[in-house]
Nanobody
Framework: QVQLVESGGGLVQAGGSLRLSCAVS????????MGWFRQAPGKEREFVAA????????VYKESVKGRFTISRDIAKNTVYLQMNSLKPEDTAVYHC????????????????WGQGTQVTVSS
């Protein structure tokens, strides 16, 4: 069983930066796709970024390109989301997810989800 635990959320001013971490425990696979999704109150869950564990190729939501960077540290079994130039519209609960098939932008393709970490960007 795979367990994901997010950390690093908090309150920041617009234009600030935050780095989210997702610690992976339990059994995992090098072919897992790791993704970040976010959900704001009253809105649907939204794809943010994803990375192939094996190879490290990445995909991003268009609106975060150039501002957010997803990465992974294989030795630490950890996935990161570096968020720069944060905007109020980035405010949401951010969830880390792990999938075994490569459909990175689709939430239904992911098998495991973390509890989420709150990111609040003030203006």
């Amino acid at each position: 069983q795979v367990q994901l635990v997010e950390s690093g959320g908090g309150l920041v001013q617009a234009g600030g930066s935050l780095r989210l971490s997702c610690a992976v425990s339990g059994r995992t696979f090098s072919s897992y796709v790791m993704g970040w999704f976010r959900q704001a109150p009253g809105k649907e869950r939204e794809f943010v970024a994803a990375i192939r564990w094996d190879g490290g190729s990445t995909v991003y939501k268009e609106s975060v390109k150039g501002r957010f960077t997803i990465s992974r540290d294989i030795a630490k079994n950890t996935v990161y989301l570096q968020m720069n130039s944060l905007k109020p519209e980035d405010t949401a609960v951010y969830h880390c997810a792990a999938g075994t098939v490569y459909y990175p932008t689709f939430a239904n393709a992911y098998n495991y989800w973390g509890q989420g970490t709150q990111v609040t960007v003030s203006s």
